[in-house]
């Protein structure tokens, strides 16, 4: 049965990244650090490469995967955008430490969005919607090699959801330039909505070991 293989991979730094901010759909460009990071990871592991790249439509993750894959063909995916987080954009977990609104959004929840931001759920909801659209995308297309640029939630919320085998979630975090390689099959998807997680892309010297949950 033919699997599509799919890398889903972490923007480059950013200066908001480096301040602690909450950067969602707020569209802030690479850093110079964040730029030269992905050169000098580019000319030490192996990207190999890939058909077509899927990226969010954020300038941070468009120069990333202009980095990384500079001769892959690219289309936008406004579903791959970060989460939305309303009032508390671009602003420090300090600098919102007294507001009542915060520290009630922070107690978590699927249905409890910032204000006027993002509920989780509905991160969740347009993450099935993004890879339901790009796997029928690769197989529309006859891809069998894809890489999607996005955001260290969204592939968060991915891997959490979608993934076999159920990751923690501080299992699923990734630095900038890196991710993970999933593996979809049609059936698989069609009758669970679930893909394979094959491992850390790109692949480090070490084998790759995580620890599942029940």
Same mark, same amino acid.
Request: net charge negative.
């Given at each position: ?76 995916? @406004? ?13 420090? =977990?300090? !600098? &919102?430490? +007294? ?79 890196? @991710? ?13 909505? =679930?893909? !394979? &997680?094959? +491992? ?15």
């Amino acid at each position: 049965m033919k699997g599509y293989k799919i890398k889903l991979i972490r923007h480059g730094m950013t200066d908001a990244n480096t301040e602690g901010r909450y950067v969602g759909i707020t569209d802030v460009p690479l850093s110079a650090e964040g730029i030269k990071e992905l050169y000098d990871k580019s000319g030490k592991l192996d990207y190999s490469q890939v058909q077509k790249v899927y990226t969010s439509p954020l300038r941070r993750c468009k120069q990333t995967a202009d980095i990384l894959f500079h001769d892959a063909y690219t289309a936008e995916l @406004g579903l791959l955008a970060e989460m939305d987080f309303g009032d508390f954009e671009n602003k420090t =977990a300090e !600098e &919102l430490s +007294g507001d009542p609104a915060y520290l009630k959004w922070i107690q978590g929840g699927l249905d409890n969005p910032p204000p006027n931001g993002e509920s989780a759920r509905d991160v969740v909801n347009r993450c099935y919607e993004a890879l339901n659209i790009i796997i029928s995308d690769m197989m529309y297309e006859n891809f069998t090699n894809a890489a999607v640029v996005t955001h260290g939630g969204i592939i968060m919320n991915m891997l959490s959801c979608f993934g076999v085998p159920k990751l923690k979630p501080a299992d699923c975090r990734c630095d900038f330039g890196e @991710g993970f390689e999933i593996v979809v099959t049609a059936s698989m998807w069609q009758r669970s909505g =679930a893909f !394979e &997680l094959a +491992g850390r892309y790109p692949a480090p010297k070490d084998e790759w070991e995580t620890d599942t949950e029940d």
